[in-house]
């Protein structure tokens, strides 16, 4: 249950209550452990993060069970009693032939797979730089695949890796929570020791245990499992001490991009074919997908990616809208801005607590997430969706990290397996 202060000494302290976090913590409680659960935000979820609008669960954070029939949060869905909507994603088709006909749209879809099959090509010969370098300079649709690059990694092909790009494993089945994943995780957390309003700004491996300064006291542990995005730990506003400057290298190479949310209501959607999806321009990475109707509602789920997104986040919510407002108009006539109205907008990186969305491997830098999940003296475990290797970007990726985290700190205490019993 959340406690108003964390203990002075606990066996395990996990910072963070997000996926990773949660999973760590239910992971642990099978033991004879103390464990705490250090929560810088007022609520568990992390970036699963579910608002009620009007009865409705809005997904401002992950909303797609990503490769679902792998998925262990998939699992865990159906076990605890929430429904799964099993509607196949609407990313392959286009609600309308305005701007791309049926023709077009094979087009991009071989344009895509091409360049997906020079990626894993290149990767197989080893080669890691800019997955940009890899756009046939002569194809018309290298902007819509960058934009879609935004959406997949938060960030453009020119600052992602080729090996960590092409290291990410999709089976295609993408499943959803309709009353949200968001709900889901916080489902899971329900009974952790999550203390709240606890931030760590320091954990200090100087001595024989270590020392978590945060913001409700000083905690003390015999192993700590660090769950934090990225981009908290290579700017050192979660700080160890002494520094690990090969870790500290590995979080910089990993930081998070940024893909944001908009949720819009639409009057007379029964135009749209629910589930569908409508790009703007094809002609730039500057523009945004939007998925009509999802779950059927009355309603415009926009996507926006790396640049764009930041971009319009340091303009405020109001701009996301704005900018939406004006591709619909361009698509679907000017009337259309009359029959659309925002709801709420994601602010991932504004966010002190992420600071971005979900993280990619810049250029050079392939084994980042491996070394980042180093243990440093065997007793500080770091795990997330930036330390997953094939599941990043995920909340099942980061579940699966904290779990993998939590077996590491059990083997440290003396109770659990050694790796090759595995």
């Given amino acids: 249950m959340p406690a108003d202060r964390p203990p002075s000494f606990v066996d395990v302290a996990v910072v963070g209550a997000g996926a990773a976090g949660i999973a760590a913590a239910r992971a642990l409680a099978q033991a004879p452990l103390d464990v705490v659960v250090l929560e810088a935000r007022d609520r568990i979820g992390g970036r699963a993060h579910t608002i009620d609008i009007n009865g409705a669960g809005l997904d401002m954070g992950c909303g797609w069970l990503h490769s679902a029939d792998e998925n262990v949060l998939a699992d865990l869905a159906e076990t605890e009693g929430f429904a799964i909507d099993r509607t196949p994603p609407p990313w392959r088709s286009q609600a309308f032939n305005h701007e791309t006909s049926p023709g077009d749209q094979a087009a ?87 203390v709240f309003q606890c931030p760590v700004s320091r ?105 764009l997104a930041w971009g319009l986040e340091a303009e405020g919510q109001a701009a996301f809208f704005a900018f939406a407002a004006d591709e619909f108009a361009s698509l679907l006539g000017s009337g259309f801005r009359r029959r659309i109205e925002p709801v709420a907008a994601s602010m991932w990186g504004a966010d002190p607590w992420s600071r971005g969305a979900y993280s990619h491997v810049l250029p050079g830098q392939a084994g980042a997430r491996s070394r980042l999940k180093a243990p440093i003296e065997n007793r500080i475990f770091t795990a997330g969706e930036g330390t997953s290797e094939d599941f990043y970007g995920t909340a099942h990726g980061a579940w699966m990290e904290g779990e993998r985290a939590a077996r590491q700190a059990l083997r440290r205490l003396g109770l659990g397996p050694p790796p090759e019993a595995r």
């Fill in 203 to 307: 954990i200090d491996r100087s001595g024989p245990v270590l020392r978590l300064e945060t913001a409700r006291g000083v905690v003390e542990a015999r192993a700590v499992i660090l769950t934090v995005p990225t981009g908290l730990l290579s700017t050192e506003a979660v700080r160890i001490d002494p520094p690990v400057p090969d870790w500290l290298e590995a979080a910089a190479g990993a930081p998070l991009g940024l893909a944001s949310k908009l949720h819009m209501t639409v009057t007379g959607a029964e135009d749209f074919p629910p589930d569908s999806q409508l790009w703007g321009r094809r002609d730039t990475a500057d523009t945004a997908g939007y998925h009509l109707r999802p779950f059927g509602r009355p309603m415009i789920e926009a996507y926006f990616g790396a640049g």
């Fill in 108 to 194: 991009f879809g071989a344009a895509f797979a091409a360049f997906d099959a020079r990626v894993a090509e290149a990767a197989r010969r080893g080669e890691d730089g800019p997955a940009a370098t890899l756009f046939d300079p002569a194809e018309p649709w290298n902007g819509r695949i960058d934009a879609i690059s935004g959406a997949l990694n938060g960030a453009r092909f020119a600052e992602v890796s080729i090996q960590d790009y092409d290291a990410y494993r999709d089976t295609g089945v993408n499943w959803r929570v309709p009353v949200g994943y968001g709900r889901l995780v916080e489902h899971l957390g329900a009974g952790a020791p999550v």
